[in-house]
């Protein structure tokens, strides 16, 4: 496997955007280990490998278990995740997929039972964030243990 394009080294300057994107979310508040899931959820959808092997190391890193890194993808049918986990991990796959049938008002409404309209808010910058990640590996052929 090689990589197509060096993104950071070819337009410093767009790698440097979206780094400040990650500095908003980590000053936001959000908490650490749950915009983990988040990444790990929307690069499981996407199919990026690269950013799912880095945020699954990642998480455990921080001392996450096993069973809770395995289960993301079938949050819904497991009672290890918070109320708060599982409204994000829901948000993530309607804006990820937004394209199937946009943000419902219900799983809106289950979002803000627990979070504010500006945590709301930080959550879709942290979706939208990932994403953008997720396509800048996928169309530059980033690869786990590429760099």
Known sequence: MEVRIQHGKVNP?????????EGFIKASGLER???ELIKIRASQINGCAFCLDMHTRELKE????????????????SPIYSDREKAALELTEF????????VPNDVYARV??????NEYVTLIMAINTIN???RIAISTGMFPGCM
Request: no cysteine; charged share 25%; proline share 0%.
């Open 95 to 102: 804006v990820t997929r937004i394209a199937d049938k946009g």
């Open 132 to 134: 953008s990640w997720n």
């Open 62 to 77: 921080m001392g996450e278990t096993d069973q809770r890194i395995n289960l993301i993808s079938v949050w819904h049918e």
């Open 112 to 117: 803000r039972e627990q979070f504010t309209e």
């Open 13 to 21: 300057e767009a790698y440097q955007t979206m780094q400040k994107l």
């Open 33 to 35: 280990t749950l915009y």
